[in-house]
């Protein structure tokens, strides 16, 4: 048998792979290239359908895993996307008022509104809510 066939199988596994993001095919992917190494260095088949099922038990039992808990890590306390702009400082671009106004935070420029006060263009101020695509903001305290 050519080893051809074990990487074709490979390639199949690693585009069913991209399709579903488990891991599981990957690992399947993986024994067939241990098994098309087997049959590169001249073992029989017989060997190589031990090394593809040794190398797939192995990578489905410990490697895949292990391979998810890295994927997978996340902080739940950290905040994201908008969430992660509440209470950030920000700095006016011009006067802003209830009615509206802009800030510029974290390199974009935002509409924002106030809680009641005024507050001048390039003030110091910090975001306390986020309402869709406009911030509300109050004045940063003065250190």
Known sequence: MSPWIWFAVAALLLVAE?????LVFASLAMAAFAAAIANVLGFSLMSQGVMFAVFAVVSLLFLRPTALRHLN?????????VDALVGASAVTT?????AGGQIK???????????G???DANEAVIVVAIDGASARIIKAKES
């Open 18 to 22: 991209m399709l579903t993001v488990h």
């Open 117 to 119: 006060q005024d507050i």
């Open 73 to 81: 890590k996340q902080n739940p306390n950290e905040a994201t996307n």
């Open 105 to 115: 935070l974290s390199g974009e420029i935002w509409s924002a509104h106030t809680l």
């Open 94 to 98: 011009c006067a802003v008022n209830q």
